[in-house]
Structure formats: C-alpha cells, structure tokens
C-alpha cells in the first residue's frame, strides 16, 4: 500500500509538471504573438510532446489488450506488463488529453497548422506502420496457421488511424499540408504491396522452373504468406494514393512519383542487366555449371523485373507525357545514374583487366560480362534520357531546374571523384619513385578512375557553362523587376523567371490555385519581365501590371 501510494504521488506530481509546462507555453504562444518565431517554435514543441504522449497511450493501450487476449505465452509475467501499461497510461493519458484540447482550440482559431500538419506526419508515419504490421501477422497467422498475432493491436492501431481522420475533417489542415502524411502513408502501404506481388511471382516461377528442369517444388505458405502482405498494404495504399489522387497532386506526391519511377527503372534496367550477361556468360563459354544450375536466377529476376514494371508503369503514368519539370526530373535523375554506372563499370572493366591478369573462364569471366553488360546498361540510360533533354530546343531546356540540377550535381560530383583519384594515383607514383618499386595493378585503376571521372565532369561542367552564357545574353537587357503571385502553390514558377525579378508570394487559404508547370511557362510569359501581380484560382490565372515607379 505504501509503495502505490508513493507511485500514485509520483504520477500526480508528473502530470501535474507537464500541464503546468504546457500552460506557460499556452501563456508565451497567446494569439496576439501569433507569427512570432519562438511562439512557432513553441508550437511545434507542444505537437511533438503531443504525439510523444499519444503513441505511448496507443502502444501500452495495445500492450493492455494483448494481456486481455494472449495469443501465445508472455516473455514477462503478465501482471507486470498491465502493471507498466496501467503506469504509462496514468501519465500520458492526462497529457494526451489535455494537449489534444488545447490544440485543437488553437486549430479552429486558424492557428498551429503548421505543427498540426508534422503532427499528422509522425501519427502517419508510426501508427500506418504499426497498423499494416499488425494486420500482415494477423493475416499471415490466418492463412497460414503459424506466426505470432494479436487481433487487438489490429483494432487499437486501426481506431488510432480512423480518429485522426476524423479528427482532420474537424480541422483541416493549410492547403497542400496534407500531402506529407498522405504520400507517407502511400509509401507505407506500397512496400508491402511490392513485397508480396513480387514474392507471389517468385513462387510461381520457381514452380514453374522447377516442372521445366525436371522437378516441382511445393509453392507452400510462402505464398500465402505473401497475399498477406498485399492484403495489408493494398487498402493503404489505394486510400493514400490511388484515391488521393482524384483531389489534385502537389510537389511532395510528385515528388515520391519522381522518386518510385526512378528506383522501378533502374530495378528493371538492374534485372534485365544482371540475366542478360549471365545468359551471354553461358552462352561464351565463361561459366563452368550446368545450364539448370546456372539458369536458376531466372525466377528470381523476372519477379523482380515484373513487380519494378508494373509499378513503374503507374508512376510513369502519374508524372505525364508533356515535358513538364516534374518529367525532366524523372529523365535527369535516370541520366545522372547512367553517367555513375558507366564510370563505376568502366573502371571496374579495367580493374579486372588490370588485378585479375587477363580473361580467363569461370568467375572472371562471368564478371567481365557482367560490367560489359552494365557498361552498355548505364550508356544506353544516360543516351536515352539525357538526348530527350538535348533534343528540345536549348533556349527552353537550359533554365530549368532539372537540367541546371543535374549539370551543376553531377557534374561537382564527378569533378571531386576525379579529383580525390588524381590525389591517390600521384600518390602511389611519388611512392614508386622514392622507394624505386614497381607500380601494381591497381594505380592503372586509378588512372582509369581519373580519365573516365574528369570527362564526365569535363562534359556536364561545360554544358552548365553553355547554359550560363544562354542566360547572361537573353538577360542582359532586362531591368529588376518585381512579381507578387496569389496562388495556393506556386510549383516551379520560381525558378522559370530570370535573375532580375523578385518573386514575393501570398498564400491562398484553399487549393484552387496551384501553378503547374504548363501554367508556369504561360505566366512567364504574359508578365512579360514587368513588375506584375499575378492572380491564380481554379480558372487560370490573371496578371495585371504596375505602373513604373
């Protein structure tokens, strides 16, 4: 009695410390502060001790659950599992309570949006992923008869996502806040979706390589394992994304758009890379297996090369067909890869040549076909896109931020790898002449490293520079200018106005007006490098002159 008695003082005096905490940031973040930094700083601090205070209440009120409906043994005795739930609970349920009630004062006010919207994106980010976690086991342990699960942390998880969506609808957030925390969740749902298709692809390939050489394997309860997987994540990421999508998309979706496009490419390009040379390392005579052992990455390649399209396929679709900058960046980011591969495999290419003492059959062999496959790969990669830049006028392509993006990066990148390469081969070279030894195999690697290095670099530097001189002659002649744009996003319009004009833009209080990038070009244009207000809504945009000072 005198040890509860004690806790229950300590639990009082806790609480007690953290309301009066937050009370004293409630005094310093009053309404007529609003705007100020600290205030805004204070904010986010309260959201963040929020969100600390909701996923302890969550994950032992989870915890609570699983002792109410044990599936398997516990580790720890259960009383002290409820014992610590109990504990947790007791502090940060007050906490979560009156935080919540606080904060959402503040939100129907119009105030802490901003600390609302990071908010969303950690509730997002841990309980999504607690919830399909969870969800997976429970499937994986139905289907399957086997695995650890509990059924409460399904509907504790569940409940935690479905008030917070309701808890949106009362106070949404600022236009274009919600992207975060919903291409956050798309990411979430998505893994496990590709996980599973590509895992249900390899079973059945397997089984169907097997019956080809002469023997069948079970598929067994990987497969149903796997449906597992995208029956937790499928309805995530249809919420998330597929659905989400019919409002419109902003940067951030564009962005993950960008980003799954690319890391789909170049699986696909990896896994048509990787059986293409093992097929040509047969066929030369460089692998000394027999074809049924030597083929049997085919089922593992082609469910990766089939899972990386299909997806592919749907960003691809996502991003357009007109030559957007979301497009450009897609392009651009493939073309810097390629210029990466083809130096990587190149000075591989010589390293072997170089350290292995020529091409001999097996391993060696097999691997000097495989970087001449990569090397053509990575080449065919940096063509492709980097000539679709090339090929549109340069007047248009050499502002862009893709472009001068992926000139400037890659080409710094390359330059400082050139660099640090000359360092170590001048290095190895003083080395031989002081100590009069004998240069080995490896300072021909890099030499190799160096040559191929600096003529990419040589290349993208020079091209930038082009671009520079396109820009000082067009811009030459123009005089500051000052444009202010009404607009609920302003996309990549920044970046399209020369460097005379000073860009200010006022944020509109709903998502009619979001500047795409055809829009962009089009207000470029009608501004015409005069001071101008621009005004964008759901009709497109107006732009009215000012009078010269």
């Keep these: 009695m005198t040890a509860f008695l004690i806790l229950a003082v300590v639990l009082i005096g806790v609480v007690a410390a953290i309301v009066f905490a937050v009370s004293a940031i409630g005094r310093r973040s009053r309404p007529e502060a609003r705007g100020d930094d600290v205030s805004a700083g204070a904010d986010v601090i309260t959201y963040l001790l929020l969100a600390a205070a909701v996923m302890v209440f969550v994950f032992y009120l989870a915890s609570l659950g699983r002792v109410a409906f044990p599936s398997d043994g516990f580790v720890f005795a259960p009383e002290r599992q409820v014992a610590s739930a109990l504990a947790a609970m007791a502090v940060s349920g007050p ?67 479905v008030f917070h969506e309701y808890a949106i609808r009362d106070t949404r957030p600022a236009p274009g806040a919600l992207e975060l925390p919903r291409t956050v969740g798309a990411a979430i749902g998505m893994i496990p979706v590709a996980w599973g298709v590509g895992s249900v692809l390899y079973e059945g390939l397997v089984a169907l390589y097997g019956s080809l050489v002469g023997s069948l394997p079970g598929i067994g309860p990987g497969v149903l394992e796997s449906l597992a997987f995208i029956l937790a994540g499928l309805p995530v990421w249809w919420h998330r994304w597929l659905y989400r999508w019919r409002d419109g998309h902003g940067p951030v979706r564009r962005a993950w758009a960008i980003v799954v496009s690319t890391i789909s490419m170049l699986t696909l390009v990896g896994a048509a890379t990787y059986a293409v040379g093992s097929t040509l390392a047969f066929l030369l005579g460089q692998v000394d297996e027999r074809a049924r052992t030597h083929f049997g990455f085919l089922p593992g390649t082609l469910a990766i090369a089939i899972t990386a399209a299909g997806f592919w396929q749907h960003h691809r679709m996502v991003l357009g067909r007109e ?98 390469a000359l360092i170590f081969l001048l290095v190895q070279l003083f080395q031989a002449l002081l100590l009069d030894a004998e240069l080995t195999g490896s300072t021909l690697t890099v030499l190799a490293l160096v040559i191929f290095s600096a003529g990419a670099a040589f290349h993208l530097l020079r091209t930038y520079a082009g671009d520079r001189r396109l820009f000082a002659d067009e811009d030459a002649g123009i005089a500051p200018f000052e444009v202010t744009v009404v607009a609920s996003h302003p996309g990549m319009l920044a970046g399209r106005f020369p460097r005379q004009a000073r860009m200010r833009v006022i944020y509109r209080d709903d998502d009619l007006g979001v500047v795409s990038d055809e829009m962009a070009d089009e207000i470029v244009a009608a501004v015409g490098n005069r001071s101008a207000v621009v005004w964008v809504d759901e009709s497109g945009f107006r732009v009215a002159h000012l009078r010269p000072r």
């Design 95 to 161: 906490v979560t309570v009156v935080l919540w009630n606080r904060q959402r004062r503040k939100r129907l006010r119009g105030e802490s949006m901003g600390g609302w919207a990071l908010y969303l994106t950690l509730v997002e980010a841990v309980f999504v992923t607690a919830f399909v976690v969870a969800l997976t086991q429970l499937l994986s342990r139905i289907l399957t008869g086997s695995g650890q699960a509990f059924w409460t942390d399904v509907v504790v998880y569940g409940l935690t996502v």
């Design 323 to 420: 030559r957007t900058d979301t497009v450009r960046f897609y392009e651009l980011a493939l073309a810097a890869f390629g210029v990466m591969g083809l130096i990587t495999f190149l000075t591989l290419l010589v390293d072997t040549a170089a350290t292995r003492g020529g091409w001999t059959v097996g391993a060696s062999g097999e691997t000097v076909v495989m970087y001449m496959a990569g090397s053509l790969a990575a080449l065919g990669l940096w063509w492709r896109n980097w000539n679709r830049s090339r090929s549109a006028p340069r007047v248009e392509e050499a502002p862009t931020t893709p472009r001068r993006l992926y000139l400037l990066i890659t080409g710094v990148i390359t330059a400082v790898t050139a660099a640090v």
